[in-house]
C-alpha cells in the first residue's frame, strides 16, 4: 500500500509546484497591462431603478475590477455637477456697490383739515382765564400758609384787577382862551376843554373842565403834566431891567395848597428872546379820594404876563 501511495505523492507536488509558476506569472502579465480606464457611470440619480439597484450595480462591477484610488477621485472630481442639488453649490454673493442716487420725491399728500380760528375774543378770554386761575392758586396757597386770624381783609378779584388795566381815570383839555397873570401874582389856570380833533380823551368823572380841577375817584397815585404857553411881551416892552428874581413859576398843588402838600414846580427866567415860550412840568403824586389838583401860575416879575390859549394839562390813574 505504501509502495503505491508514493508515485501519487510525487504527481500531487509536482501539479502543486507548476500551478503556483503559473500564478506568479500571470500576477506579473496583469502589472505590465496598461490600465484601462474604469467606465464613468453617467446614469443620473433621477432613473426609474432605486438606490438599493445602484449599490448593488456598483458592487458587481467592483467585483471583477480592482480599485484604483486616483481614478476614483479623478472620478469624483469630473463628477457632472448639474446631477446635484443646488443647496450644495457654493453661491458667490455680489460685493456691495456705492448707493445710487436719490429718486425722485413723491407726489404731494392730500391737504390737512383747516385749523380752529383764533381771534382777538378768543385770545383775550384765555388769557383772562388764565389769570383766574392764577388767583385762584395764589389764594390756596395764601390760605394754606396763614391762620385765620391773619388773612388779608380782601383778595383782587378778576373784575378787579382788569378794571385797572384798561384806563378809567384820564383827561387831556386844553385852555379855552388867554389868561393874564399880573405882576407878583399868583393865578389858579380855569376854564379847560377837551380839543375836538382826535387824539385827545376824557375818561371818567374826576376832571372838571370849567373849574381845571382834577378830583381823585380813588387813592392811587396819579401822573400829571402841564405845558403852559406864556407871553411875556410886556416884560420887554418895560423900561425896566429884569432882575434875577424876575421869573414865573408853574406849579401843579393838591388842593390849592402848594406849600403845605408836595407839589410839581418847574421855575423859569424871562431871559428868553422870543414872544412866547413854554414851561412844561410832569410828575407822579399820590391822592386820597376826594382830594383835587390844578395849575397855579406865579408871577414874579415886574410886568404882567399873559397864558396863551391851547396850554395843556394831562392826568391818568397809573394804579393804586
Not at 507536488?13 to 502589472?31: H, I, N, S, Y
Not at 414865573?248 to 428872546?273: A, D
Not at 412844561?280 to 397855579?296: C, K
Not at 408871577?299 to 390859549?309: D, L, P, R, V, Y
Amino acid at each position: 500500500m505504501w509502495c503505491g501511495a508514493g508515485p501519487l505523492a510525487v504527481v500531487a507536488a509536482v501539479f502543486w509546484t507548476q500551478c503556483v509558476l503559473l500564478d506568479g506569472v500571470d500576477a506579473k502579465k496583469e502589472r505590465k497591462k496598461p490600465k484601462e480606464a474604469n467606465p464613468q457611470h453617467t446614469e443620473t440619480y433621477n432613473a426609474t431603478f432605486s438606490n438599493s439597484e445602484e449599490v448593488g450595480e456598483s458592487v458587481k462591477i467592483s467585483d471583477n475590477q480592482r480599485v484604483d484610488p486616483l481614478g476614483s477621485w479623478m472620478d469624483f472630481v469630473k463628477r457632472p455637477v448639474g446631477n446635484f442639488p443646488g443647496k450644495c453649490r457654493k453661491r458667490k454673493r455680489p460685493l456691495p456697490g456705492p448707493p445710487g442716487p436719490p429718486g425722485p420725491p413723491g407726489p404731494q399728500g392730500p391737504p390737512g383739515s383747516p385749523g380752529a380760528e383764533v381771534t382777538q375774543e378768543v385770545l383775550l378770554q384765555d388769557f383772562k382765564d388764565m389769570i383766574k386761575e392764577a388767583t385762584e392758586r395764589r389764594a390756596a396757597a395764601l390760605d394754606r400758609q396763614t391762620s385765620p386770624s391773619q388773612l388779608p381783609t380782601a383778595l383782587l378779584t378778576l373784575e378787579g384787577m382788569t378794571s385797572y388795566r384798561r384806563i378809567e381815570e384820564a383827561f387831556h383839555c386844553k385852555l379855552k382862551g388867554p389868561v393874564v397873570v399880573d405882576k407878583k401874582t399868583l393865578v389858579e389856570l380855569q376854564n379847560f376843554q377837551t380839543p375836538p380833533a382826535k387824539g385827545a380823551f376824557l375818561r371818567g368823572s374826576g376832571m372838571d373842565q370849567s373849574t381845571g380841577r382834577f378830583t381823585a375817584p380813588i387813592t392811587g397815585i396819579y401822573q400829571f403834566s402841564a405845558n403852559v404857553h406864556i407871553d411875556h411881551n410886556e416884560v420887554k416892552r418895560s423900561k425896566s431891567q429884569l432882575k434875577a428874581r424876575d421869573n414865573v413859576r408853574v406849579l401843579i398843588c393838591i388842593e390849592s395848597l402848594c406849600h403845605r402838600y408836595t407839589s410839581l414846580e418847574m421855575i423859569v427866567g424871562l431871559e428868553s428872546n422870543s414872544k412866547i415860550f413854554t414851561v412844561s412840568v410832569q410828575g407822579l403824586l399820590e391822592l386820597q379820594a376826594a382830594q383835587y389838583t390844578s395849575i397855579f401860575v406865579d408871577n414874579a416879575a415886574g410886568a404882567s404876563i399873559t397864558i396863551q390859549n391851547g396850554s395843556d394839562f394831562m392826568g391818568m390813574l397809573l394804579g393804586v
